[in-house]
């Protein structure tokens, strides 16, 4: 069974940091690009953040730029989001996804394999 895993959401004051993970499991996740998205109550589903299989080519939301930073490991089968200078409007639940082919892309219906998402709240 093909699943992707977030976790280490959580609590975080405005200015504060969080690193969120993506595991993958039942799959390998070095063939596959990844991209992580986030919904804000009421508001649709956004792209944050994607990158590619190798680990190369990454591309960003404009108001995540310079604070959030997307990594891979795979030989941990994992993708890492690390968030730096977390403001409120940043309080979303943030999905992982994945997508078999190499490139970057924050549209979510391109991607097949999404995990259950996990909470960040940003509040003093």
């Known amino acids: 069974q093909l699943q992707l895993v977030e976790s280490g959401g959580g609590l975080a004051q405005p200015g504060g940091s969080l690193r969120l993970s993506c595991v993958a499991s039942?799959?390998?996740?070095?063939?596959?690009?990844i991209a992580w998205f986030r919904q804000a109550p009421g508001k649709g589903r956004e792209g944050v953040s994607c990158?590619?299989?190798?680990?190369?080519?990454?591309d960003y939301l404009d108001s995540v730029r310079g604070r959030i930073s997307l990594s891979r490991d795979n030989a941990r089968n994992t993708v890492y989001l690390q968030m730096n200078d977390l403001r409120s409007e940043d309080t979303a639940v943030y999905y992982c996804?994945?997508?078999?082919?190499?490139?970057?892309?924050?549209?979510?219906?391109?991607?097949?394999?999404w995990g259950q998402g996990t909470q960040v709240t940003v509040s003093q």
């Open positions: 996804a994945g997508n078999r082919r190499d490139w970057v892309s924050k549209d979510a219906p391109l991607y097949g394999h």
């Open positions: 039942g799959f390998y996740l070095n063939f596959y690009s």
């Open positions: 990158i590619t299989i190798g680990g190369i080519t990454t």
